[in-house]
């Protein structure tokens, strides 16, 4: 197997599945990006007093035949296809359209929007003219606009990855280091990305209460964001031990089932009309700050 790799990979069947199956995914999803199948969900992101902050966009596709595919699973296609940049582009604007709807109402003008940034977005050369454009087209203040940004962007160099965070600061948007601890972080690169806050993985929540080692690591990571001046928001937080938990180590900002799971826009107004904007979730007892 080792000696002939390229004939083998070739010829395996199994392998010409995968890479078929594969194909196809690319090629349904850019059927479905043309037909405008794909929606995007918002997810309640809440602070200190169940109090929503703000949402995530997390784009969904449901297919007529497969039904809903994960985003796990076709992100990476619309990445190697590079369809993640119109696909980002058209996100990107409707997360702009929704702020810009959401600022003409007093009890919703608070409300953030996080959108997710793929590295092959960030990286190409208009991106951030384009995010300027997107902000004076909608007329929306930038600090509403969170971009998710991940730690796989410093493969580019810590160089140019500052400078052009630095220049979408410097408009006022909001930056988050996402998936925060899975990658391959050093410290002394954290430290010199112009962050606004650091978003612990699920991973690490998911099993809080009974792992010792995740319990550690996101501890450390709520001391490390308070050290360094950042916000610091849990996702996938599913029960109230779990964010007790988390407010005990400090953080005071979660997303997850426990409190809504991503909602289409119609559901989610809904939801703010109904909770006024306030999550009905017990608050940490006896939890110090
Ligand atoms: P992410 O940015 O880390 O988003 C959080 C994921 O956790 C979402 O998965 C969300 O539905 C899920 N989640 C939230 N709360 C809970 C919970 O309590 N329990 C569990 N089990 N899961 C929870 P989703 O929607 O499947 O998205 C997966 C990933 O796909 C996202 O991870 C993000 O990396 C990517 N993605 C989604 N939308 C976009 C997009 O518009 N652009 C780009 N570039 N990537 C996107
Ligand atoms: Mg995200
Ligand atoms: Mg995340
Ligand atoms: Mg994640």
Redesign the pocket.
């Known amino acids: 197997k080792a000696a002939g790799r390229n004939a083998v990979r070739f010829f395996d069947p199994e392998m010409q599945a995968v890479a078929s199956a594969h194909a196809e995914l690319a090629a349904d999803l850019r059927q479905a990006w043309r037909d405008g199948a794909l929606t995007?969900?918002y997810?309640p992101q809440v602070g200190e007093a169940g109090r929503m902050t703000g949402v995530?966009?997390?784009?969904?596709w449901d297919h007529p035949a497969r039904g809903r595919v994960?985003?796990?699973q076709f992100?990476p296609a619309?990445?190697e296809t590079s369809l993640?940049i119109p696909?980002?582009s058209w996100?990107l604007e409707a997360a702009c359209a929704q702020i810009a709807a959401w600022s003409a109402r007093p009890d919703r003008r608070h409300l953030s929007i996080a959108?997710?940034?793929?590295v092959?977005?960030f990286r190409h050369p208009d991106f951030v003219d384009e995010v300027m454009t997107c902000i004076r087209a909608a007329g929306i203040e930038p600090s509403k606009l969170k971009l998710?940004l991940?730690e796989s962007l410093l493969a580019d160099g810590i160089e140019v990855t500052v400078a052009k965070m630095g220049s979408l600061k410097a408009m006022g948007v909001g930056l988050s280091l996402?998936?925060f601890g899975i990658g391959y972080s050093s410290l002394s690169y954290l430290k010199r990305l112009p962050l606004d806050e650091l978003?612990i993985?699920?991973e690490f929540?998911?099993d809080i209460l009974t792992d010792a080692n995740d319990a550690a690591i996101a501890g450390t990571i709520i001391g490390l964001a308070r050290s360094l001046g950042l916000n610091v928001i849990a996702?996938?937080?599913?029960t109230i031990e779990q964010r007790d938990f988390l407010a005990r180590q400090g953080c005071h900002q979660y997303?997850?089932?426990?409190y809504c799971?991503?909602l289409a826009i119609g559901q989610l107004e809904a939801f703010l009309d109904e909770t006024k904007g306030t999550a009905a979730i017990p608050e940490p007892s006896s939890v110090g700050s």
């Open positions: 995007v969900e997810q995530e966009a997390l784009l969904r994960e985003p796990s992100i619309a990445e993640i696909i980002g996100v959108v997710n940034v793929s092959r977005q998710e991940t996402d998936d978003k993985d699920r929540v998911k996702e996938g937080v599913e997303q997850g089932y426990l799971r991503p």
